[in-house]
C-alpha cells in the first residue's frame, strides 16, 4: 500500500484552464504539505494543512487552492494555468512535529502548453 | 530567516570510492536536520534526520551524516559508494515553522 499517493503521475494541459491534482495518505497523519519542484530540482513549499487548517501559505498566486475534505486528503486546485506553473508537484505528509520525517509522494508532473 | 546551501551542484566518484556531500544551514537554534534522495522520475526518499543527541546518525542504504553545531554543517558521507547511488541528494531542515526548508541539491554521478 502506497503511503502517500498522488493523481495523476502526469497532467499536460492549455494555458488558462483549470485543473485538480489529488492527494491521499493512509500514514495517519495530521500534517499535509505541498511543494514545488521547479525545472531546476528546486523544491519549495507551497502550503501545509494541519487538521483542515492552513498553517503555511508561501507567497504563491491565489489562483493555487488547497482543498483538503479530511485528514487524509489534501488536493491542489489551479485555476487559469500559466505556462510558468509547468513543475512537479509533491505531496507529503507528517506526524504533528515532523519527527518521525516527512513522507513524500512519487509527484505529479504538470506541463502547461 | 532559515535557509540551506548545499555548495555543490554536481559530484562524481568513482564506483567503490568514498562519498560525502556538503550541507551548510542558517538557522538560529539547533533545526531539525534531514538527507532526502531522489532518483530520476521517482519522489523523495528519507535516507536520515537528526533531531538531537548523537551527532552522528545512520540512515538507509549504508548513509550516515554528522551534525556539527559550530561549522552549522549536517554532511552526508557513504564509504564506498555503487552506481545505484546515482541520483539528486536533497538536505533539508525544519525550523521554526511547519514544513521544509530544502538546499539546491547536489547531482551525484557515478564512474564505472
Known amino acids: 500500500d502506497t503511503a502517500v499517493s498522488q493523481t495523476p503521475k502526469y497532467l499536460v494541459t492549455q494555458m488558462g484552464n483549470d485543473k485538480s491534482i489529488k492527494c491521499e495518505q493512509n500514514?495517519?497523519?495530521?500534517?499535509m504539505y505541498w511543494y514545488k519542484q521547479d525545472s531546476k530540482k528546486f523544491l519549495k513549499i507551497m502550503f501545509s494543512?494541519?487538521?483542515?487548517?492552513?498553517?503555511i501559505n508561501e507567497t504563491v498566486p491565489n489562483r493555487f487552492s488547497p482543498k483538503s475534505p479530511d485528514k487524509a486528503h489534501l488536493n491542489l486546485h489551479i485555476n487559469s494555468l500559466e505556462l510558468g506553473d509547468s513543475a512537479v508537484y509533491f505531496c507529503a505528509s507528517s506526524s504533528g512535529t515532523g519527527s518521525g520525517g516527512y513522507t513524500f509522494g512519487s509527484g505529479t508532473r504538470l506541463t502547461v502548453v | 530567516a532559515q535557509s540551506v546551501t548545499q555548495p555543490d551542484i554536481h559530484i562524481t566518484v568513482s564506483e567503490g570510492a568514498s562519498l560525502e556531500l556538503r550541507c551548510n544551514y542558517s538557522y538560529g537554534a539547533t533545526p531539525y536536520l534531514f538527507w532526502y534522495v531522489q532518483s530520476p522520475g521517482q519522489g523523495l526518499q528519507l535516507l536520515l534526520k537528526?533531531?538531537?543527541?548523537?551527532?552522528l546518525v545512520q540512515g538507509i542504504k549504508g548513509f550516515e551524516a554528522e551534525f556539527k553545531r559550530s561549522q552549522s554543517s549536517f554532511n552526508l558521507r557513504k564509504p564506498s559508494v555503487h552506481w545505484s547511488d546515482a541520483a539528486e541528494y536533497f538536505c533539508?531542515?525544519?525550523?521554526?515553522?511547519?514544513?521544509?526548508?530544502f538546499g539546491k541539491g547536489t547531482h551525484l554521478i557515478i564512474q564505472p
Open positions: 494543512y494541519n487538521n483542515k487548517e492552513l498553517i
Open positions: 537528526y533531531f538531537s543527541g548523537d551527532t
Open positions: 533539508a531542515l525544519r525550523g521554526g515553522a511547519d514544513g521544509l526548508t
Open positions: 500514514l495517519g497523519h495530521d500534517t
